[in-house]
């Protein structure tokens, strides 16, 4: 090989130029690629810092809404027995109030039972007196023999049945 040909091949100069080009301006493009890096390391750090205060916040709400869960569980059975408690209260008023309400009925019913007892005793009495008073005037006026009072006595006593039927 020639000693002036390594000169003259363009490979030896593109390989010059490339270093040449490195040490002129290898510094500046080293600092704008480390500024380039350095600035994406910045973004994705304040990225993860945002993605971490994300989180954060996240797992307070996650907490919040469990325990807002949590309360609403507690109100909801606190009222299902409230609901249980009113129910079996309205249902012993009701049943206690079904009770009076037959107590009276049957009350009511008893009366009437008495009430008609008491008008056929009534009625009872009141034949009763109409047909001794029938025996006494038929006494008197037939006459007061020991006879004829006897006959008017079982005459009376047969016709007591079926006066006490017709009224």
Known sequence: MEAGSFWTES????????????ILFGKRLWKAIADMLDS????V???LEEAARLREEAELMLKDAQQRREAALA?????????????????AAAAE???????RREQMAL?????????AVDE??????????????????EGLSAEADSQLIDSSISRLPAALRAA
């Open 11 to 22: 490979r030896t100069w593109v390989a010059v130029a490339f270093f040449l080009f490195f």
């Open 111 to 119: 009366d009437r039972i008495a009430a008609a007892e008491k008008a």
């Open 124 to 141: 009872v009495r009141v034949t009763a007196a109409e047909v001794a008073t029938t025996a006494a005037r038929d006494v008197i006026a």
């Open 75 to 91: 109100e909801a059975k606190a009222l299902i027995e409230g609901a249980k408690a009113e129910a079996e209260r309205v249902g």
């Open 40 to 43: 994406r390391a910045d973004a």
């Open 45 to 47: 750090r304040k990225e």
């Open 97 to 103: 109030e079904a009770r009076q309400a037959a107590h």
